[in-house]
Each structure stands twice: as structure tokens, then as C-alpha cells.
């Protein structure tokens, strides 16, 4: 090992998929001692330079260097012993154990003494005792950082590794980052948020269509810069408000255009019918985990037509069950749940659809797609009698038709309808499965978890656009969201998640808004208009 030697260089790195190029002779230099910072749109080759730095893909052409000596993996294991510890969008914890035994599954000596550590200098805390597959996805990931923390690696790699933490988490995670680069190791940090860019990087490297667009020392690419590297055209040419949202600095109220932007603009109207009243209502639901705690008490909730109403909050607080609620794989201990004032509590997720209750899901990958069927299979789940011929046959190359349309018109980078859905990056996945849930005749109401989760910023403008067209025709929008900024843009009202009930709700368009729902997240009370502290009211 060469002390003076960049941690990682790439040179020439070429990947491919079939005819699909996910990387074109990219080079790359991460120097020791520095937060190194990849960024670029979905489907831009991220994942694929960190899966092949992480040994679980190989490279058609190209070399690796790790710390001057030359670095061949042919799988994962390679990576752990040369030293790198992968955080990969995607989680690898076996569900039905604990934590804990997922963590002696690593065979490490001293474990206990390591977990510790980790908590200490990172302030980085798991429950030992959970188990993993009844957790949010927001501790899971927490889980994920701290699996690789435990290896005490000289090149920690991340995937977009913030995108399930909430603020104090993210804050936390982006410390740890500048904590092992000022040892004297090295941090990859894959992320759309520039405002992570800005305070954790030293330096970064963009990439656009599998080749690199630019880069260097972050001293030099400033946010307006680094935007037209990302997507091709200048920042300005963005929506109003989606500054926030992906972390560009902005004067408050202000988006990338300099515009004002305007909170609460899902304003509520009436369906082409003339159509009023309740989408969406929840009436004093509870529900209780497997181990007899509540996830969420007597939680009442009503979502208008043509409204979109947000749910802030800190992961954990039972926005997972709700969803998980509403989408119909979780039954509540008791209340009831109205769609169009239809009864829908014992409804199957497939019955829900059919009545128009769109439903996407925070985990995409486990519980919004099946990765081993195509894109078109995945698009058309429970409608595929759209496309049977004499009632029997599967018109495949019809379904393929309507995929392509579908696909073109959300933006999805795919080899073709005929690809497999685990072959799409994860913003590609979560586009996916969001156009299969707009597409839904009837759609009464859409209730989305983090839609724009791991997203670039152009799919993340396109998203908000989607969702503000739905509301604009009638439907009844639910956005659950750990991005503040993004609910302050898109929302008519907003309620926090603490402790499995609702605190609020806050009108977004208040000057103090932000001030409010932070106090909210807290478990203090909502203040009225006058000031006062107000009662905080059940989950509604």
C-alpha cells in the first residue's frame, strides 16, 4: 500500500448489459482522505460503477487501482478483504433474523466492543433485539451503515444511502462520511441531494448516459454548474420549488428559476363530473405490531378529491404501517377504511386496485415490483386481461406496445418492455411502478410513500408534475415523505407522524410552516393561529 496513492483511480472503465452500455471508458480518481461524491440521472451508470468496485460485477474493459496497487475483484468477498465496505440501495439483511444475528453473521471478533464504537463515534444506534423485516425502511438502512461500519474499511462506498433517513440521521450519516475521510481513508458517496454534495464532498465526478460529463474539487463546480452536467440543460430551466427538494441552496420560498414557489398549489377542484367530497378517509384505525406495541392508535385520516395532503415525520412513526395499511398486506386490530364511501377495510390489494386506490410503496424493490418478471409484466400487474386473445392467449407483443408508450412518457431507461425489472436502476424501478399506479381507470385516490426516493432531479420535477396533474383531474392524493421541502411544494395541508398518531394538521402556505412541522416532529403541540398551543389531534 502506497501511502501517497489515491485510494481508488478507475481507468477506462467499460460495463454493458446486452446491447445497453452502462458505463463508456469512465475514469475516476478518489484521493485519500476525502468524501469523493458521484453524481448524475437515473439510469446514468451509478450503481454499476459501485457494484463493479464492490465486486458483484465484473468489467468488460478497463483497470481499478486501490491505494497504488492493482485491484482485480471477481466477487464480493474480494472487496471486504482488500478493505471496502459497500452500502448498496438495496438491502442485504436476511428479514427473519435480528439484528444482532445479522451482525454475527459478519464473524467478526469482538462484536459487541465493535457495535459500541459505532454508536459512539458515529452516534449510530441499533436495537440488537428487532427483527429486521418488521423495522421501517429508514432503520433497516441504518442497519445497512452500521454492518459496514463494523468492517472498519479504508474505502467505505454508499448508494445513495441517505434517501430512507430522516434529517437528524442524514445529518449524522454526513458527519460519519468527513469522520473516516479525516482518518486518512476514503468515502464514495453516490446521491442526487446536492446540498449533501456541498456539505459533506470534497470533490465529485458526474456521470450522464454511462460516461463522465465533469467534475473535480467541489471548491470549483458550484450547484449551478454541477446541474447542467447532471441533466443537459441549465438549472434555471427547472420547476419552481424544486430546489428544496434535491438540496440546491435557494433564498426560502425560492426555487432553482428564482421563482417564488407557491406551497399547497394541489389547490382542491372538482372531477371533470363536478365530483366532491371525501377519496380517501380513515376512521379511528389502529393497528398493533407482532410483539403487541402499537403502530398506530386510533388514527383518523381524509383525503378530498382533487386534494393532496401530506405526512411528515421522522421514519419510524408509523407512516410503514399505514401504507403498508392501505395497500392491504396489513389488517388493522380495528376502525375502518373508506374509499368513495366504500368499505374497504377487508379488501385484497388486488380488490383495492380495481376500485381505484393507487398505492406505491417505499420499499420498491420487495413490495412494489416483482424484479424476476419484465418492465411490461410489472406495468400491467392485475390488468393483464387487457391483453388476452380469446380470453386465453397473451398477446405479448401488444403488451410490449402499451409498455413502450408507458415508458417513453414517464421517462424509464430500459433495454426494451422485455427487460427485466431487476435490471433497472432503482429510480427507474420507482418510475415504474408509480406509472403503473397513475394508470389505474378508475383512480380515486393515489397514496404515495417517498415518491421521489432516490430520483434525479429531472424525474424528480416530472414526479411533482404527475402528481399535481392527478390532483388537477379529481383524484385524491396522500404523499408520505421524509423531504419537508418536497410536502411544503406539493401540499395542500400537512400532518406529522409521531408515535403512530398525527400531530397538526399545518397549512403549508403559513409563513412559519417549516418552523411548525419541525416542532411537530418533536411531539410538540401544533400552535394556533394566534400563537397558542393547540391539542394535538388523533392521526387526521
Partial sequence: MNA????????GLTRSFGPMRALDSVDLVVEAGTVHCVLGENG????TLCHVVGGSLTPDEGALRLYGEPYAPRRPADALAA?????HQHFSLVPTLTVGENLRLLRLRDLPRRVARVREEYGLDVDLDARVGELPVGVRQRVEIVKALLREPRLLVLDEPTGVLGPAETDALLATCRRIAGAGHAVVLVTHKLGEVARAGDAATVLRGGRVSGGGPLAELPPERLVPLMIGRPAGTLDAGLAGTIGLPAEPGAGTTGL?????????????????????????VSVRRPDGTSALEEVSLEVGFGEIVGIAGVEGNGQSELMALLGGSLAPTAGRVDLDGHDITRVSPRGRSRAGLGVVPEDRLHEGCVPRLTVAENLFLGRLDRFRRHGVFLDRREMARAADAVLTGHGVRADGPGALMSSL???????????????????????AAQPTRGLDIGAVAAVHTRIREAAAAGTGVLVVSS????????CDRISVAYRGRLLGPVDPALPDARERIGALMLGA???DAEGESAAPEPMG
Avoid: F, W, Y
Fill in 483 to 490: 423531504e419537508l421541502s418536497e410536502l411544503l411544494v406539493l
Fill in 260 to 284: 417564488p414557489a407557491e406551497p399547497g398549489t394541489g389547490t382542491t377542484v372538482q372531477e371533470p363530473g363536478g365530483r366532491t367530497g371525501t377519496a380517501l378517509r380513515l376512521h379511528e
Fill in 44 to 47: 446514468a451508470g451509478k450503481s
Fill in 425 to 447: 436502476s432503482g429510480g427507474n424501478q420507482q418510475k415504474v411502478v408509480l406509472a403503473r399506479e397513475l394508470a389505474l381507470d378508475p383512480l380515486v385516490c393515489l397514496a
Fill in 525 to 527: 403541540h401544533a400552535p
Fill in 83 to 87: 478493505g471496502i465496505a459497500m452500502v
Fill in 4 to 11: 501517497l496513492a489515491p485510494a481508488l483511480e478507475i481507468s
